[in-house]
């Protein structure tokens, strides 16, 4: 052992490197840790481990962290922390530690390295089976080694064999389906208290097991009487384990105890120096066994002992800190203080179920035991040790979380330390009629702290058992959920932060886009320029004039992240007559036509440009969004439905870049750009594709257009799609080429009335609620929809139909996802009925003011009829119109 | 996190696969033929069980190819796997 120096509040201390934070303080004397949260109630450290109700501290040094139990630190040299008065307490500073991920696929996982999870290593071990045992303490043996007994050698070896791997310091943070497993390992904490670069600190294990076994053992808990909080109260076992490592600033004690391990700690304490006044055991009778040997050994150390007796109350000194028990008869009003500074309570064991019941598996109340138990065997799990109710010796415990209270009392036994709830607080829900544990949880917030009830579900569960005369487990059950102890989120990331939170996708255009300095707009994971603004531009004016530089001149814009599905295969225009509301088998080759796709319910769920490149060959492009589900949803028609069908489809989004040039002097570029091909509207029409060079290298050119003007696409493969980009703006610069970006793109369609699936539509609307009935075929026998249109309900009068909406003044932009009344205007009182709603909403260079598409229940009916829109701070009135509001003739695509 | 046996790939995450549904919901033949009530069972009604129920899944981010399973609703324990138009294995229930 090494003494390390380490500061506490603000004072210097010194302890043995290794030993928890907790023992230190009380090996320098500090008994008195902190005040409660809410109550400002002196308190002291109550417990051994995770299970820690009030000895909460924020580490400053090295990585720092709020809000951990001083009972789970292991001292190290120049460690720095503050008690927390139940609140955390972020460091301000960026973390600059590493933390990483691992992944394990094992046969067995064993939870916990006590001597029923080394067991349970060494019987798969033994099968040849690979076995991971994630243990939360810094060494194995469990209780034995708070017990300060070796474990059996046989045993740790184990530990070391080939097909096992052994994580100390390993929490299993959740539970899942099928044996997956969350750990997180703290890899450095305990070796100083440095900042770590090189090696990660905490890492996160994600682990598949055939076979869980959980051996997760149990903690103590407290008994709720008056002033049951002080400083000097502790849990026995964490009181006996503190004073035999020489961490005792305690002269008298008294145990009280449920069980016999009150009397295994009591003779502990004895043997570490501390007078044990009195064991104060709750059973009057007990079996000649426990008669014959704990009763009989503490007789034996002149401990005296009084049965049939519980403690009732505390008293403290002037600084707060435990002065002297009194103790009682259920049935006496005999009383009897007794002078002692330290109460060692051993309330009975409660297993820890947690990882069972994040699986579902509900534990079960042990009658015997006192104890809720977990016995499980399944393919994927089971329970060892005291989890599954193997408590060893026999502890015979009573059934029995404290004593009678008097209203008095209540206010002061406490049921959550953290929480500060207390007795009374649970006599209030049960007398406000709650039975379940659940209810009387959030009436008085037990069991909802930092340490998530560790201690207090049982003695909560109990208390109710106790109130209404029914066994726990007739209350309901203990549902815990991950993490089982608070994570940092910078252990659940990873090395997965900033710019690798997210996978990032990009055209082969996108650093052109960066270095033009236009701000990225993240589509799904696309980034995609939002606009290309001009040194001190706003955004307003950059789309504006974005927008009238397409209208009047031309624009180009990267449209490479268009979903691109390759369709081949004889039956692939059948195929397509299916999947779209429209036909296409009768496409002739070199066309494109533009598709709307409905699910089977016939609402539309996603819309594209389709081209028939050969008779049996076809493109198929989807929104940027869609691409996926799209192909899946072809994928599954195909499978599971058509499969005599001959179409194969390949995602090919990333492998073809697209470049449109759009405006009315798109024509004059595309000639520069590709000097062989006949651009004339005569022999090259609208929606039709040509094969030729552009720029020097292979291109398809299509005459598609999203804005209503004459445009072309410039297909290429990906890895030209920067040098056409960069061809078409020096090509086009006399020109007055402009780079436009996603606003100013939405900006145009929508003056034509495009709608852009996902922003009009919510997966409720039919292409007749759209508008475009026009795009819905009469021919066709059946399509995926079809059916769905004459249901009642899509059928119906009165739903929601696209439609454009002007307010009155045009200087407004109505806020998208604004809502429409009718009838109404500022004047007009509520209620008032609530008829649609704003789609998309811009400010318009074409129209020279703003303008809007909403969706409004029979709204087609309604052109111009006047609406309201109610805002926070005033009444927005307006008119329905055409969805359209730029060349509803159609004349400017041609040029 | 589903650990699911693609009858192609074999056991993986759940991350790798999307969801398709019950399966054995053929899409009917005539459905200009059926009533509103029959149309409507087919588009809106599955059987959604307490326990064993024959799925659809999606391969998406491996063979990219559609199968069916069996699974239970209860407790996500997985049955046998089984390829489209390939004989059904019996309900491991
Ligand atoms: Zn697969």
Same mark, same amino acid.
């Given at each position: 052992m090494s003494t390390v120096n380490f500061t506490f509040d603000g004072k210097q201390y010194s302890g043995e490197k290794g030993e928890s934070l907790a023992s230190a303080l009380l090996r320098n004397g500090v008994v008195y840790f902190t005040d409660s949260s809410y109550k400002d109630r002196p308190r002291g450290v109550m417990g051994l481990w995770v299970e820690e109700t009030n000895a909460l501290v924020n580490v400053d040094s090295g990585a720092g962290e709020p809000l951990k139990p001083a009972t789970t630190i292991e001292l190290v040299e120049g460690l720095v922390v503050r008690s927390a008065q139940g609140v955390g307490d972020l460091p301000d500073t960026r973390d600059n530690s590493r933390y990483d991920k691992a992944n394990r696929h094992v046969d067995v996982l064993v939870v916990g390295a006590g001597t029923s999870g080394l067991e349970a290593a060494k019987k798969f071990s033994d099968q040849g089976k690979s076995v991971i045992v994630m243990d939360?303490?810094?060494?194995?043996g469990g209780h034995l080694t708070y017990l300060g007994q070796p474990v059996p050698a046989e045993l740790l070896a184990v530990l070391d064999r080939a097909n096992v791997t052994y994580l100390p310091r390993t929490t299993v943070q959740g539970m899942y389906d099928q044996g997956y497993s969350v750990a997180t390992e703290r890899r450095t904490d305990h070796l100083d208290s440095n900042v770590h670069t090189e090696m990660s600190r905490i890492r996160t294990w994600h682990v598949r097991a055939d076979h869980t076994v959980l051996a997760t053992g149990a903690f103590q808990r407290h008994l709720v009487f008056a002033n049951n909080d002080r400083p000097g109260i502790m849990l026995s076992h964490a009181a006996a384990t503190y004073v035999s490592n020489g961490a005792n600033p305690f002269n008298t004690a008294v145990v009280v105890t449920v069980d016999n391990q009150g009397y295994r700690d009591a003779i502990r304490l004895h043997k570490a120096g501390v007078k044990v006044a009195a064991v104060v055991d709750i059973r009057k009778k007990v079996s000649k066994a426990t008669k014959k040997s704990s009763r009989k050994a503490i007789e034996a150390l002149g401990i005296r002992l009084i049965k049939g007796a519980t403690v009732v109350d505390t008293s403290a000194n002037l600084v707060g800190i435990l002065s002297s028990v009194t103790i009682g008869q259920a049935k006496s009003d005999l009383r009897e203080t007794i002078t002692a500074d330290l109460l060692a309570i051993s309330g009975g064991w409660t297993p820890v179920v947690h990882l069972a019941t994040f699986i579902g598996i509900k534990p079960t109340w042990s009658e015997k035991r006192a104890a809720f138990v977990v016995k499980h065997h399944s393919q994927f799990v089971s329970t060892t040790g005291m989890l599954a109710g193997d408590f060893g010796d026999d502890d015979e415990p009573a059934v029995f979380f404290g004593p009678k209270l008097t209203a008095e009392q209540g206010l002061v036994a406490f049921v959550d330390y953290q929480r500060d709830a207390t007795y009374r607080d649970f006599k209030r829900a049960i007398d406000a009629g709650m039975r379940s544990i659940e209810h009387v949880k959030r009436y008085?917030?037990?069991?909802?702290?930092?340490?998530?009830?560790?201690?207090?579900g049982t003695v909560t569960m109990g208390l109710i058992g106790q109130a209404i005369g029914k066994a726990p487990d007739e209350i309901g059950s203990l549902t815990f959920r991950p993490p089982y102890i608070s994570i940092p989120f910078a252990a659940l990331a990873g090395r997965d932060r900033g710019l690798l939170s997210d996978p990032e996708r990009t055209t082969p255009i996108h650093s052109w886009h960066v270095a033009s300095g236009a701000p990225m707009e993240d589509v799904g994971q696309w980034k995609r320029p939002w606009y290309f603004p001009k040194s001190g531009e706003t955004m307003h004016a950059a789309v504006l004039r974005e927008c009238a530089a397409v209208r009047e001149g031309v624009g180009v814009m990267d449209a490479s992240t268009l979903g691109k599905i390759d369709i081949q295969g004889k039956d692939a225009g059948q195929f397509l007559d299916m999947i779209y509301t429209n036909m296409f088998s009768t496409l002739k080759v070199g066309m494109s036509r533009y598709g709307l796709m409905c699910g089977i319910d016939g609402m539309v769920f996603d819309d594209g440009v389709t081209t028939r490149i050969s008779e049996n060959h076809w493109l198929m492009t989807t929104t940027t969004g869609g691409a996926a589900k799209v192909l899946d949803w072809l994928e599954e028609w195909l499978q599971t439905e058509w499969p005599h069908l001959e179409v194969y489809c390949t995602s090919v989004t990333e492998q073809i870049s697209t470049v449109a040039i759009v405006g009315p002097k798109s024509r004059e570029l595309m000639k520069r750009l590709a000097p062989s091909l006949d651009v004339s509207n005569e022999s090259f029409a609208f929606m039709e594709n040509k094969h030729a060079d552009v720029a020097g290298v292979p291109a398809r050119v299509a005459r598609i257009s999203f804005s209503g003007e004459l445009a072309y696409e410039i297909n290429v493969p990906a890895i030209y799609g920067l040098h056409i980009w960069e061809s078409v703006m020096s090509q086009g610069a006399d020109l007055n080429i402009t780079p436009y970006g996603t606003e100013t793109m939405h900006v145009l369609r929508a003056e034509k009335g495009f709608v852009i699936v996902g922003q009009e539509t919510d997966?409720?609307?039919t292409p007749d609620d759209l508008d475009?009935?026009? %795009?819905?075929?009469?021919?066709?026998?059946?399509? %995926?929809?079809k059916r769905s249109f004459s249901r009642a309900d899509t059928a119906r009068e009165g739903r929601h139909q696209l439609v454009g909406i002007l307010a009155d003044d045009g200087s407004y932009v109505i806020p998208e996802g604004a809502y429409i009344v009718a009838g109404a205007d500022a004047n007009t009182p509520p209620p008032v009925k609530h008829i649609g709603y704003i789609t998309s909403s811009y400010d318009s260079a074409a129209l020279g003011r703003s303008f809007a598409l909403a969706l409004v229940a029979n709204g087609l009916a309604r052109k111009g009829e006047k609406i309201a829109i109610p805002m926070a701070d005033r009444v927005v009135t307006g008119v329905i119109t055409d969805s359209v509001f730029v060349d509803k003739e159609n004349t400017r695509r041609d040029g | 996190m589903l650990h699911i046996p693609c009858p192609y790939c074999g056991p993986r995450d759940e991350t790798e696969f999307h969801y398709g549904s019950e399966a054995h919901v053929a899409y009917p033949e005539n459905s200009s033929n059926l009533t509103d009530e029959e149309w409507a069972k087919f588009v809106f009604i599955r059987s959604n069980p307490k326990g064993w129920m024959a799925e659809r899944w999606v391969h998406s981010a491996g063979c990219r190819r559609w199968f069916n399973v069996w699974r239970n609703t209860i407790n996500h324990e997985f049955g046998p796997s089984y390829k489209p138009f390939t004989q059904q294995p019996k309900s491991p229930a």
């Open positions: 939360d303490k810094p060494a194995a008085t917030a037990i069991g909802t702290a930092h340490d998530q009830g560790k201690t207090s997966g409720t609307q475009m009935n026009w %795009i819905v075929s009469k021919k066709k026998d059946d399509f %995926i929809g | -």
